[in-house]
Structure formats: structure tokens, C-alpha cells
């Protein structure tokens, strides 16, 4: 299984970006995905999930209101729509794959992911 994002770059505070990733040699609709950032000198941290139907989905409390994210098993992509950016959200945005045919539990920690991109960088200027 391969993840490949793309979307990131450079926007001013207020602004908004939205991120896509696509899988590769498996079944993405077997999959929940989950969007994690790592800004530098940081732990990677959780952002948002979504179960494998699309119906269900959990997002940090730092980025709830803000941050939306949705899938599209019929193209095997995730996608996270942020808004109204933050400097200190600056940071390498990760996809990632937990298999899990779950609707309604959440994998808001990193170890419950099998599989990573290599991640985009987001960076947000003031």
C-alpha cells in the first residue's frame, strides 16, 4: 500500500488549503484514514479521521469548526479541507491507513495507522 499527498504550500493566516491523498495497491475502501501534522522540534499529532463509509468522522479539538474531512472510495482519495489557517498550524501534514471496516470507532492515535505518506508541507505565514 502506497499514500501519496499532495496540496500543501505556502498561505497567508486566514487563508484556506486544501489537501488530497491518494492510495495505492489495496483496497481503500477497507481502510478508516486519518490526516496527522508534525510541525518542527513537535510530536506528530492526530487532526482528523474518517471511518470507511465516509458517514463518521472525529477531528481534533484544535481544528474542529475549521477543518473538514471527507473521502471518495470511488477514486481512492482522502481529502482535508482546512480553513482559516494559523500560523502555529504550520507543520508536514501525513496521510495515513488503519484497516478497519469500524462505522463508528475513531483511530485518533498514530500507532493504530499501518500505513504513511511521506507527507506535505503547510506552511502559514502571518
Known amino acids: 500500500v502506497q499514500l501519496t499527498e499532495s496540496g500543501g504550500g505556502l498561505v497567508q493566516a486566514g487563508d484556506s488549503l486544501r489537501l488530497s491523498c491518494v492510495l495505492s495497491?489495496?483496497?481503500?475502501?477497507?481502510?478508516?484514514m486519518g490526516w496527522f501534522r508534525q510541525a518542527p522540534g513537535k510530536e506528530r499529532e492526530f487532526v482528523a479521521t474518517?471511518?470507511?463509509?465516509?458517514?463518521?468522522?472525529d477531528y481534533a479539538d484544535s481544528v474542529k469548526d475549521r477543518f473538514t474531512i471527507s473521502r471518495d472510495n470511488a477514486k481512492n482519495s482522502v481529502y482535508l479541507q482546512m480553513d482559516s489557517l494559523k500560523p502555529q498550524e504550520t507543520a508536514v501534514y501525513y496521510c495515513?491507513?488503519?484497516?478497519?471496516?469500524?462505522?463508528?470507532?475513531?483511530?485518533?492515535?498514530?500507532?493504530?495507522?499501518?500505513?504513511w505518506g511521506q507527507g506535505t508541507q503547510v506552511t502559514v505565514s502571518s
Open positions: 495515513a491507513a488503519c484497516p478497519s471496516y469500524s462505522s463508528t470507532y475513531f483511530y485518533p492515535r498514530s500507532g493504530d495507522y499501518d500505513f
Open positions: 474518517i471511518v470507511w463509509r465516509g458517514d463518521n468522522k
Open positions: 495497491g489495496g483496497i481503500f475502501s477497507s481502510y478508516a
